[in-house]
């Protein structure tokens, strides 16, 4: 197979080889002359190993695998021996960048092999979506197993294997998704609870043990006493209050209830930053206070609340606030199993724009999930936040009246939270797998019609059999039998249905077909699970049985459909994720000390590792240019990047594309937070991280990792004070530099943005901690550096000027990136005619991105086995 | 039901050994003087301290200082060896952690796939010793919590993760029951999940007929777990009729975290050991949230990319360190104090070996490794051994420890033959 392949090789790109072997005679053979041949040669071959004769041809496995060895000593500093001559770093490192550069390249032709796609196993994303499309309920994709990470996406089929824990899983969580998509139940009640911050709430000032809120309250009443005389906040009637006013207030709501708080779920809400004031720093952290509640408050003790959707209004204002700061609601969803902040999943923000004594009210929906077995969703709890985003300096104004004056405050006077609300009922989820039930048909009739249709849409293509349909009858009555209901005794066989190979696997029929495609249906298939996560829709499969998808003009405005779809951003989710790797975010520890309140931090975090996704997403749904990645006139940001980023907010809840002012530098991908995350540490920017990112994915030059065992660079630090004194040292080791001498000039390009994406124009110093950075101070930035083509650059204006002199490049990487995650596999030398074709048409075509995508979904090579 | 004949024929036809020939021996020799010898691989992610916090900087034999990070060992110090330079040669990249410390595979080589792992001894060992207890194996410890990019610590004999338990009520459970269900119950549960088994196996048969032979190979992946699963559910089912045994190990509470949930488990591996119920333990131990609760600010990636220039991280990493040690030196505490039918202590029969992936930041040579435990009274400890060029690898000390657990094996991995000074 492997003869076969070199032959292949060979004869398709007949000039490659023998370009090879020429640098090799100018590069690789005299080094091995001067440095090897002594032990390695014709007379002595130490080791067994002779390189003078060895064929540089990295056509074969074998080959290139004795080659890597050879590199591996040498980046390993084995060889030459520390008794024997040794090269200068400069001969050094270009004759590793060259042995690392031929083998890269070619064990990427030998990988690709030449095949075509390999059947695979649903990954997370195309399980989690697929059940959806079969139940109306979505599994969490973190609760299914961690797919791997391999050297292509996680459509290749090669790397997603099958093991019995995928087996149980899938089974368990199949069993929780048809649990929760049936309702045989009346319709659930909506209720209505109306939460008031004074006769239905705690009111109680937090307890501070050195600067750390403490949760447990004591002398409650006192407490509330004096910190209503304090604050002096219109509440004065606060303790005379009774439920029986807020029921009044609550008006038509007559099946409002006012809540007795659960111990320990719920603390208190409104008023002042006081809370966070220590005695031995005067800063707050912005947030203010925060009130964390459980749904299950809403009814009574041993009855369980309804899955769907809620309803969230909060009536709210700030007061007092300096006009230069901004305040918000944070509304945080999570999981109450452990009654803990950390497990807040995510925050929507909403920027306050009334004061408090007008206020205004905020309309929030989210769907909860009530259900708590096996590992999934418990009951969901919210934190409602309210906090500014700046930290608030005590000024000697607020220190008067014994330090308790004109504090800014965010004050909340009413929450009210509905639901479940249905627009129908049963739910369609019911409906998916319940259809209504005719008059006369018996019970078995009636679920084998359930589990045949079930199945037959499961499997896609291939139809089940009269057998394994028994079998699952067959199990359903045995559970029937020992007395469980309809709806309890359908979830196995239909569970069995979910886990079966011809719903896990995307399989294709082994055809005849001389040239090889496959059939209309089998492309639906494929073209819904590159562009969609999920099994096509009904339309697609029409066109596909009808004959009419492999007409071109057809397919063509299909694969546009598609792209338009909003199911499509499950696609640029899944790609982006792995192809910008922005999940390494999540490991980024972003130590900011006090400049943020703690939610706001994470909900940066979260919101910037979002970024790029929305931001590719918006480039393929307007079919825009590809050089939007290297410099934009927009962002795609939320309410929490745009203030991060100082821009006007979208406003509403969500991401939406913002216009840049004149001179913002947050275009293109390298404007955006994420990068300057992921390449920083949180105190201190890491140009090297920068500048292999700037490498690899807008250059379209990747870089192998670090070779293991090389030692970390230790030098001495004294006089070395700025981050490009340090990496200077790179250089003098040829084992780094053969490929930082490639990396590090790029990473000043972006040292404008600090290690946690502010725009500066100093750094600090490096080897002092950030106390003392502080105090001592810090140098100006350093922002000139080099591209791969030796043009020079100062500041990010000229570096993203150079940047687009690659636009040719980038759209070339991103092509052959785009291509393996739609083949599913990785590229190699068979796909270099597509990518070829592809890559001009870009060209002749500005490089748009949905039209490259399109193309791509057209090509014969996506439609052929 | 008339498919189940049909899938164990399969099941034969392709050589899968659904006998259990220990399996009567064991309940004889479960009273016999000598106790067996188990394994324990522990592991964790990222590494450990350098300048001299962790490993020794000078001496050998048992004379040395105990380092910083392990004075908690201090006490034990007969009883274990420290190796020093032991690598696993073929690790690609300084990134997989630990995912192949027990495995010793060579992870970039393999043709045509980006990743490739081989059997772990743990598993190895399982199938010669599993026959003897109700569990082949008990894997612990849980992907994620900054164990890194690592799955887990075993992988199978197809060279898969083994998802490991990291609820230590739920392998309670597993090992000692929780009492609620009768033996009729239990029965009739094996055979609903063997029925489970048996209609997905026909439709993998059906998909097979259709599909191309490259695919085909992929669809034997399939095939290949309903057999392992096939297996254990034989092994259930003949162990069925033993009842599980009893424990003084009083339940766990509910929802441990950080070291509360590690000593924990350390309690269970050995109830696990006193009763029997495996003889071979994996446990990636989970540090992140451990880390947390010692008021540890960065992520355990950051940590383990200490150097000079950065104190503060050099300090979490001894923090971090030193505990992971102290845990462990309780663990042995422990097993020294129970002692055996033959007077024995649990120490004395097993074999501990406890080691990261990697050393420091990417650093994949000299990996900490340290083996305590007496091996049946095979085990000769070194105190601090600096093992030969050419003969350091891991898997040779994995040949030595299944050999001493009584594995019958002359190799394992890339081993070039067993660590004779261990030896007695």
Not at chain 1, 84 to 89: G, L, S
Not at chain 1, 422 to 439: L, N
Not at chain 2, 328 to 344: A, Q, V, W
Request: hydrophobic share 35%; net charge positive.
């Amino acid at each position: 197979m492997i003869k076969l392949f070199s032959f292949f090789l060979a004869v398709l790109i007949p000039g490659a080889s023998s370009a090879a072997e020429m640098s090799y005679s100018n590069t690789l053979k005299p080094f091995i002359n001067s440095y090897c041949i002594k032990c390695h040669g014709p007379s002595k071959q130490k080791s067994n190993l002779r390189l003078d004769n060895l064929p540089f041809t990295l056509k074969d496995l074998a080959n290139v695998e004795h080659w890597q060895s050879v590199l591996d000593e040498l980046n390993q500093g084995n060889m030459p021996p520390e008794n024997a001559k040794h090269p200068e770093v400069e001969e050094f490192s270009s004759v590793l960048d060259f042995l690392m550069d031929s083998l890269e390249k070619s064990k990427k032709n030998l990988y690709g092999k030449g095949k075509g796609t390999l059947m695979r196993r649903l990954n997370k994303r195309d399980y989690s979506n697929s059940v959806f499309d079969l139940t109306g309920v979505k599994i969490p994709e973190d609760s299914l197993p961690q797919d791997p990470k391999g050297a292509s996406f996680d459509t290749d089929g090669s790397n997603l294997f099958m093991s019995s824990y995928h087996f149980f899983q899938y089974q368990s969580l199949a069993k929780k998704a048809i649990r929760d998509a049936i309702h045989f139940e009346n319709k659930p009640e909506v209720r209505r609870i109306v939460f008031h911050p004074v006769a239905g709430l705690d009111l109680v000032p937090l307890k501070f043990k050195n600067g750390v809120a403490s949760k447990t309250l004591q002398n409650y009443q006192s407490n509330l006493k004096a910190f209503l005389k304090k604050f002096k906040i219109p509440l004065k009637d606060a303790l005379s209050m009774k439920d029986q006013n807020v029921k009044k207030k609550s008006g038509a709501n007559t099946n409002a209830k006012t809540v007795k708080v659960p111990e320990g779920l719920m603390h208190n809400v409104i008023i002042s930053p006081w809370a966070f004031f220590t005695k031995n720093n005067q800063k707050g952290n912005g947030m203010i206070e925060r009130l964390l509640m459980s749904l299950n408050g809403m009814v009574d003790k041993g009855s369980q609340l309804s899955t769907g959707m809620y309803k969230f209004s909060i009536t709210c204002g700030y007061g007092n606030m300096d006009p230069s700061d901004k305040a918000f609601i944070a509304i945080g969803t999570g999981n109450a199993r452990k009654k803990s902040f950390s497990t807040v999943e995510k925050y929507d923000f909403v920027e306050l724009k009334a004061k408090s004594k007008k206020p205004q009210e905020i309309v929030l929906e989210y769907y909860i999930d009530m259900n708590n077995d096996i590992g999934l969703k418990t009951d969901s709890i919210f934190h409602i936040k309210s906090l500014f985003q700046n930290p608030i300096e005590m000024t000697p104004d607020m220190k008067k009246n014994n330090g308790m004056n004109n504090f800014p405050f965010i004050s909340i006077s009413r929450i009210e939270v509905s639901g479940p609300h249905y627009k129908e009922w049963p739910p369609a989820s019911h409906k998916k797998i319940f259809p209504t039930r005719q008059g006369n048909l018996s019970e078995t009739t009636y679920i084998r019609k359930i589990i045949t249709s079930f199945a037959k849409k499961a499997f896609r293509s291939s139809p089940p059999t009269d057998k394994y349909l028994k079998s699952l009858m067959a199990i359903y009555q045995e559970r029937r039998d020992e007395g469980e209901s309809m709806e309890k005794a359908i979830e196995e066989p239909l569970s069995i249905i979910l886990a079966s190979p011809s719903f896990i696997y995307i399989a294709e029929e082994n055809t005849d077909n001389k040239l090889g495609y496959i059939s209309q249906e089998e492309l639906a298939i494929r073209l819904a699970y590159f562009l969609w996560s999920s099994p096509p829709d009904e339309r697609l499969l029409k066109l596909a049985h009808s004959n009419k998808l492999k007409d071109p003009k057809v397919l063509r405005s299909e694969v546009r459909r598609l792209i338009l779809d909003k199911r499509s951003f499950k696609f640029s989710t899944g790609f982006v994720e792995q192809w910008l790797d922005v999940n390494e975010i999540a490991q980024r520890d972003v130590p900011v000390p006090r400049k943020f309140s703690p939610v706001f931090k994470k909900a940066v975090k979260a919101s910037m590792a979002k970024e790029p996704i929305h931001f590719f997403d918006t480039i393929m749904r307007t079919n825009y240019s590809l050089s939007n990645f290297i410099d934009s006139e927009f962002v795609v940001v939320d309410n929490v990047l745009a203030n991060y980023y100082g821009l006007s907010a979208p406003g509403k809840v969500g991401f939406s594309k913002v216009k840049l002012p004149r001179n913002s530098p947050r275009g293109g991908l390298v404007g955006q937070g994420a990068f300057h995350l992921i390449g920083s540490d949180g105190v201190h920017t890491k140009p090297i991280l920068r500048g292999a990112f700037v490498l690899s994915k807008i250059i379209g030059k990747p870089t192998p990792p670090p070779p293991e065992n090389i030692d970390m660079i230790d030098a001495d630090l004294v006089g070395r004070e700025t981050a490009k004194e340090l990496i200077a040292l790179h250089t003098s080791k040829a084992q780094c530099a053969s490929c930082h001498r490639k990396i590090d000039p790029l990473g000043w390009g972006l040292e404008n943005f600090s290690a946690i994406s502010k725009w500066r124009t100093v750094e600090p110093l490096k080897k002092l901690s950030v106390r003392d950075i502080r105090a001592k101070g810090s140098l100006a930035v350093e922002t000139s550096g080099h591209m791969p083509n030796g043009n020079k650059y100062k500041g990010l204006e000229e570096f993203k000027k150079q940047l687009m002199g690659y636009k040719h490049q980038f759209s070339e990487a991103l092509i052959e990136d785009l291509v393996s995650y739609a083949l599913g596999k990785r590229i190699g030398v068979a796909d270099e005619k597509l990518v070829k074709i592809l890559v001009s048409r870009a060209k002749a075509n500005d490089y748009k991105l949905a039209s490259i995508i399109s193309d791509i979904a057209c090509s014969k090579t996506f439609r052929i086995k | 039901m008339g498919n189940t004949l049909d899938r164990r024929r399969f099941l034969q036809g392709v050589g899968a050994l659904l006998t259990l020939p220990l399996f009567e021996a064991s309940a004889s020799t479960k009273k016999s003087s000598k106790p067996p010898v188990r394994m324990i691989n522990l592991g964790w992610a990222y590494g450990v301290t350098g300048y001299g916090k962790w490993f020794p900087e000078t001496g050998s034999g048992f004379d040395y200082k105990v380092p910083e990070c392990l004075a908690s060992m201090e006490k034990h110090k007969k009883d274990f060896t420290y190796f020093s330079n032991i690598s696993n040669p073929f690790t690609a990249g300084g990134h997989n952690t630990c995912t192949n410390l027990y495995t010793c595979a060579n992870l970039k080589r393999t043709t045509g796939r980006s990743f490739h792992n081989s059997i772990s001894s743990d598993q190895l060992a399982a199938k010669h010793l599993g026959a003897h207890t109700r569990f082949d194996s008990i894997v612990l410890g849980k992907r994620g919590n900054g164990t890194g990019p690592c799955l887990s610590l075993s992988w199978d004999e197809s060279a898969r993760p083994i998802q490991g338990m990291n609820d230590p009520i739920q392998l309670y459970n597993q090992m000692f029951g929780d009492g609620s269900v009768s033996l009729a119950e239990r029965k009739a549960l094996l055979r609903k999940k063997r029925s489970v088994l048996d209609t997905v196996y026909l439709d993998s048969k059906n998909l097979k007929k259709k599909i191309s032979r490259a695919d085909s190979v992929k669809l034997d992946e399939y095939f290949e777990m309903v057999r392992k699963i096939e297996k254990d559910f034989e092994k259930e089912g003949e162990w069925l009729k033993i009842a599980k045994p009893k424990t003084d190990l009083k339940k766990p509470v509910n929802g441990l975290r950080g070291e509360k949930n590690i000593k924990a488990m350390y309690d269970l591996i050995m109830a696990g050991m006193i009763a029997d119920s495996s003889r071979c333990f994996s446990y990636l131990i989970p540090i992140y949230s451990m880390l947390k609760e010692m008021g540890v600010e960065g992520s355990s990636h950051a940590i383990s990319h200490h150097s000079k220039n950065n104190m503060a991280l050099v300090a979490d990493s001894i923090k971090i360190n030193t505990k992971n040690a102290e845990l462990l030196s309780r663990f042995i505490d422990n097993l020294k104090s129970y002692k055996e039918s033959d007077g024995s202590s649990l120490f004395d029969n097993c074999l501990v070996t406890y080691s990261s992936g990697t050393r420091i930041a990417h650093s994949v040579r000299d990996l900490p490794c340290i083996l305590t435990g007496n091996g049946g009274g095979k085990i000769k400890h070194q105190g601090y051994i600096e093992l030969e060029n050419g003969s350091n690898r891991m898997s040779n000390l994995f040949l030595t420890t299944l050999q001493t657990v009584g594995v019958k094996t002359d190799s394992f991995s890339d081993s070039n033959g067993v660590i004779k000074e261990l030896l007695v």
